[in-house]
């Protein structure tokens, strides 16, 4: 069954300290992950994306990893800033017979206090 | 260029009363899903419209749910009657149908039924 699951559930952390959001999911075929996140009240927004060939990408203080072969992946997110305070979707894409389907993770709600 | 349109942002209902909402995809974009998010957990699929074809309903509840995507642009979502367990954030996106495609999200309409 194509699962994505994340870790912690929630984390608190103080303001300008960093963290690491974690990402497993059992999805084949693999085609892509992305990382979203969604404010209190809004629609979740694309951070980043990684394909099967990228270990590693940052999108200004958000750097995502990816491990195919372990199939994790983790979001680090560096001198954390109150507006990081979200909750953070792992998404997967996997694709088979022409079609795709996009498998969600639960999600990692993030509070950073000042 | 405008997002995602989605409308209402809130509604209150009676249980067994209709409910409606309504999303205005990103223009251009063919691909287009209506989501079910409950508190604290990932969007679940209901359903996706590849222009105006529903081409997966599979998770869409079909005794009290109903969709349409007229012109293959706006679209409905129906909830007639609705229940207690249907309160939840009812998420529109739209995607340019590519394979690792972004997912565009609305704000999203919050539903409670009481």
Known sequence: KNQVEQSPQSL???EGKNCTLQCNYTVSPFSNLRWYKQDTGRGPVSLTIMTFSENTKSNGRYTATLDADTKQSSLHITASQLS????????VTTSSSGTYKYIFGTGTRLKVLA | EAGVVQSPRYKIIEKKQPVAFWCNPISGHNTLYWYLQNLGQGPELLIRYE?????????????R???ERLKG?????????????????YLCASSPGLKTGELFFGEGSRLTVL
């Open chain 1, 12 to 14: 608190i952390i103080l």
């Open chain 1, 84 to 91: 990081d305070s979200a909750s953070y979707i792992c998404v």
């Open chain 2, 51 to 63: 222009n105006e074809e529903a081409v997966d309903d599979s998770q869409l509840p079909k005794d």
């Open chain 2, 65 to 67: 749910f109903s969709a």
């Open chain 2, 73 to 89: 642009v706006d679209s409905t979502l129906k909830i007639q009657p609705a229940e207690l367990g249907d309160s939840a954030v």
